[in-house]
């Protein structure tokens, strides 16, 4: 076996050798690594339950029906004619995630909201709070009758998932 | 701190065995001939309480693995199996249980030990630090048992808990949904934290052995914070003085432990947690288990999501760099009034933050919380600027010096050499070991 000079600074074949087996083993360690850190993520089954069809018929005015959606409790609100005056009403008023009433509903007497606090992820109390909205029991976030955040530690609105209806009683969500 | 030792082996098979693996010289010099200052107290025996601890944890945890199914529809159900149907079930479930907050009463008081008395400075840095690595496995591991049990607390605990991850810019949502396996707390959760339950208890036994190894490079603090100057003066051997020691702090915590086991084993529990979890209802107030309930204080303190997530993560970390914090020269808080009341102050706003965790998100709790928490880090903010007032009491020489002040005699000053050469005695039985 022949010696290579011993030159430091001149590149050789040897270096070359180096550097393509460093980055050749360092692929494969990403390639590896990426399918470790995949197979946290939400797999077939559950991204298969993504959405679910409700008959909003029975539902009357004032009442606040609550489903399941991909494991997470979403509101139905009927509405009733002062509450959707009262969330329109307070459209200008100063809040840390700013909304128009509108923006957050297709149908005014309908409010759908995924029932989760955006601040933790505790689940809201209905037709509770100085909003008569929803007030959070675990860290004290206060939601108007649009779901947005009026006081407390949340820093969003409550979400909106995407939704439409199907017929004038029924709605898809997801 | 070794070299004492000289490990003489008279047996043929210690000797085959010394030649191959020096594990039986290495176990005399670090548990038996190892030298401990002759001052410690009894705080000192926490590091023996703490292994026994871990210990014990593993072995009633695997145990408890034997008859557990870790799946969101049967999780509840066999953990009353493990209390009906199991036999012994109750007593190595409540000995679990009991045995995380035991785990954890006794860490608070080592950790608060290595405050008072200085632990964390130079050159015990690295042994500080470790240990506050070993606090945060503990925060993980304890909080993932907790999850496994799959009541009301467990599944609203691990949704709050997983949730502050969603306080970080941008991929906060990305982060936790990788962290669910799905869109929110549920079987694949469950799956990984009962793994992730059962790998980290070794990963602590890991980082425990780096803790004693960083220790016995060091050698102990002690309470009067001066360094062992001579071996025969300031130490005694570890066996039997400290193994005795130790052993009696072990049985007085086993009894404060099987008090709690016998007698009142749901006390420091939720009675929330024996409602099975139910996704479509949050229990109307929220509570960890004690031992988190001063970080979730500073948590609910903070008006804004990310900060209070920051705040409560900082609560944690500061004490990392508190090597860096503190800069007097002065080990002791025996020595250093202004820091002993100090001190003692930490330890009062410490327990008034548990106290405001366990209240609810309520006035006066949340202005009390808020003042609390500017409290706990004005501790640590005041360190550094704390030596310029301070007038610190004077220190002993040596631990010896410090010893024989207490029995109200005075340290004879460092004798000259003996003209006269002794006769180099033969070592006695007791002292051979380890001189």
Redesign the interface.
């Known amino acids: 076996m022949s010696t290579a000079t011993p030159s430091t600074d001149e590149t050789s074949r040897r270096d070359f050798l180096y550097v393509a087996t460093g980055s050749v083993a360092a692929v494969g360690a990403v390639s590896v690594l990426w399918p470790l850190i995949s197979q946290m993520n939400p797999d077939a089954s559950t991204l298969a339950m993504a959405s679910s069809e409700i008959d909003i018929g029975a539902i009357p005015a004032g009442q606040i029906v609550t489903v399941k959606w991909r494991g997470k409790p979403v509101f139905i609100r009927h509405r009733t004619p002062e509450e959707i005056k009262a969330a329109q009403g307070d459209d200008n008023a100063s809040m840390p995630d700013p909304a128009t009433d509108k923006s957050r509903v297709q149908k005014p007497e309908w409010l759908i909201v995924i029932g989760v606090c955006t601040h933790l992820g505790c689940i809201p109390l209905g037709n509770q709070g100085e909003y008569n909205g929803w007030f959070c029991p675990c860290h004290g976030s206060v939601y108007d009758t649009s779901g947005r955040i009026r006081k407390g530690p949340a820093p969003r609105n409550l979400d909106v998932p995407p939704y439409a209806f199907l017929t004038d009683t029924k709605v898809k969500i997801g | 701190m070794h070299g004492l030792s000289t490990f003489e082996p008279k047996n043929g098979a210690v000797k085959w065995l010394e030649a191959r693996l020096p594990i039986l010289s290495f176990a005399h010099s670090s548990f038996v001939a190892y030298p401990t200052p002759k001052n410690l107290n009894y705080w000192w025996t926490f590091g023996a309480i703490l292994s026994f601890m871990l210990i014990a944890q593993i072995i009633t945890g695997v145990v408890l693995t034997m008859h557990y199914t870790p799946e969101a529809t049967l999780a509840f159900s066999s953990v009353e199996k493990i209390m009906r149907d199991v036999n012994w079930g109750w007593l190595f479930r409540y000995a679990h249980a009991n045995g995380a907050s035991m785990f954890f009463l006794a860490v608070y008081i080592h950790m608060f030990r290595g405050l008072y008395y200085g632990s964390y400075k130079n050159p015990r840095e690295v042994l500080w630090i470790l240990g506050v690595i070993i606090f945060l496995l503990m925060m993980a591991t304890g909080f993932m048992g907790y999850v496994l049990v799959w009541g009301q607390m467990s599944f ?1 605990g691990a ?2 808990i ?3 991850f ?1 306080a970080i810019p941008i991929f906060g949502n990305e982060i936790t ?8 707390v ?1 079987n ?1 959760t469950l799956n ?1 934290f009962f793994a992730l339950h059962y790998l980290l208890p070794f990963v602590i036994f890991a980082v425990v052995g780096l803790h004693v190894w960083a220790l016995h490079v060091t050698g102990q603090n002690n309470p009067d914070g001066v360094e062992i100057k001579d071996v025969e003066k300031d130490c005694v051997p570890f066996t039997p003085h400290a193994t005795m020691k130790d052993g009696l702090g072990v049985t007085v915590f086993l009894l404060v432990y099987c008090w709690f086991i016998f007698y009142v084993p749901n006390y420091l529990g939720d009675a929330d947690n024996y409602i099975p979890a139910n ?8 509570v960890p288990e004690w031992y988190f309930l001063p970080y979730y204080a500073i948590l ?1 303190a ?5 900060m ?1 997530v920051i705040a409560m993560f900082a609560a944690i970390a500061v004490l990392a760099f508190l090597p860096w914090l503190d800069k007097s020269p002065v080990r002791s808080a025996k020595y250093r009034p202004m820091y002993k009341a100090l001190f003692w102050a930490f330890v009062v706003v410490s327990i008034g933050l548990g106290y405001c965790g366990a209240m609810p ?2 006035e006066p709790y ?1 202005t009390v919380s808020r003042v609390l928490s500017v409290l706990y880090f004005g501790f640590f903010a005041l360190l550094p600027f704390l030596p310029r007032w301070e007038k610190t009491l004077p220190v002993p020489a040596t631990i010896a010096e410090a010893v024989l002040a207490k029995s109200g005699v005075k340290a004879e000053p460092p004798k000259p050499e003996p003209v006269k050469a002794a006769p180099a005695k033969a070592p006695t039985k007791s002292t051979r070991l380890w001189k």
Do not use: C, E, Q
Request: no cysteine.
């Open positions: 609203w949704t709050v997983t949730n502050l969603s949904t990788w962290l669910w396996g799905g869109f929110s549920d694949p990984r996704p479509l209802k949050t229990p109307p107030h929220i609910r903070i008006p804004d999501k990310l209070g998100a309520a949340v």
